[in-house]
């Protein structure tokens, strides 16, 4: 009986030391999470959770009242777990918020990128530009010097005096096409578009013809070859050409490059490039006045091509083997006037296009040599460009 009330007395403590342990267990536990849960919601990168992601932070907080209630009612285990899921969304809202912060870094990133793209494009344009006119003033100022400079030349030897007279010719004659370019630019214009100083024109060409006469008069002995004068009127041609480009809005560098690789594609043109714009040549391309069959062919292509680049005009030139006599100039203005019917007919528009006959003044190969004379006959076609 003794051993018996002996043992129970020792169970009963025993049980009391386990209800006691169980209890303090349960106090450590829900004492824990609750640090846990009020360390989460305190934390420094909690701060901004609640602005970048309210939602998921009123949730968080929502969890913490349970659990304080259910401790407050002495529900520890409601209380833990309340704790333990607080914890969880307070991290959650913070992992939210960062990703916030991400995609607007992200997006303020992309913004300043497209604008430093559009900075980057717009400065690169400027400097196309700022190239392209200072190029143009650098022209402008070479013509000028070139119109305004006078350096007077005094009677030499017969023999120089003879390579200066076809010197003078030659200027002579690219001033003349220089000036026919210029007129062409203005015919070709749309309404608003490039404006060719007519006066100043006017004014070259018209020098250009009393120099014409002057070089069909001999030289007298002792005269010196007006090459000075030749050189003013091709100089004044070509400030007439310039100023007209500057205020073009039509084909420029850009597009004459394009033209010119086009022309080059077909492989037997070989287009070359002058202060006119592109040029090509054909050899043989006539018997008599008329064409022969393989140059109105090139021809009526060159029209196709001019069709599609018509922001070009057109100047067809004859050049003469030899000084044309009045009959050969009659000749030349007929071939001009069949090359340029081939063009037309090939798609040219012949209102934005003109013949020009130049005799034998603009040589490519010694014109006294007889057995290479005959390349200086030829028919350029030029392809005008409107804008620098």
Request: with cysteine; hydrophobic share 45%.
């Amino acid at each position: 009986m003794r051993l018996a009330t002996s043992t129970l007395l020792r169970a009963s403590a025993l049980a009391s030391v386990v209800l006691l342990a169980g209890g303090c267990a349960t106090t450590v536990i829900v004492a824990q999470s609750r640090t846990e849960m009020e360390s989460a919601r305190t934390g420094p990168v909690v701060k901004g959770a609640a602005e970048l992601a309210p939602q998921q932070f009123r949730r968080a907080e929502d969890l913490r009242d349970f659990s304080l209630e259910a401790e407050a009612h002495k529900d520890n285990t409601g209380a833990d777990l309340y704790a333990e899921r607080a914890v969880v969304a307070y991290q959650r809202a913070v992992v939210l918020a960062r990703l916030a912060r991400a995609i607007t870094a992200g997006e303020a990133a992309s913004a300043s990128a497209a604008r430093d793209e559009a900075e980057a494009q717009r400065v690169a344009a400027a400097r196309v530009e700022f190239e392209k006119s200072a190029e143009a003033t650098a022209a402008e100022l070479a013509v000028a010097r070139q119109v305004t400079t006078r350096v007077p030349i005094g009677p030499a030897d017969a023999a120089r005096e003879k390579a200066r007279l076809a010197e003078a010719r030659s200027l002579a004659a690219e001033g003349h096409l220089l000036c026919g370019a210029a007129r062409l630019i203005g015919r070709g214009a749309p309404a608003g578009g490039a404006a060719v100083d007519t006066g100043r024109l006017e004014a070259a060409e018209h020098e250009g013809l009393a120099l014409e006469a002057s070089l069909a008069r001999p030289i007298g002995p002792g005269k010196a070859a007006p090459l000075d004068a030749a050189m003013r009127v091709r100089a004044a041609c070509l400030d007439v050409l310039t100023r007209a480009r500057r205020g073009s809005a039509g084909s420029g560098a850009e597009d004459a490059d394009a033209l010119l690789t086009v022309l080059s594609s077909h492989g037997g043109w070989d287009p070359s490039r002058d202060e006119r714009g592109v040029v090509v040549t054909l050899r043989g391309a006539f018997k008599g006045t008329a064409l022969v069959a393989d140059a109105e062919r090139q021809l009526r292509e060159l029209g196709s091509v001019s069709a599609s680049h018509a922001s070009f005009s057109v100047q067809v030139v004859v050049h003469d083997a030899t000084t044309p006599g009045p009959a050969d100039r009659a000749a030349d203005t007929a071939r001009a006037k069949a090359a340029l019917d081939a063009l037309t007919a090939g798609g040219a528009s012949a209102g934005t296009a003109s013949t020009e006959t130049v005799g034998a003044n603009l040589p490519t190969t010694d014109p006294t040599d007889p057995r290479t004379r005959a390349r200086n006959a030829r028919l350029e076609v030029v392809f005008v460009a409107r804008s620098e």
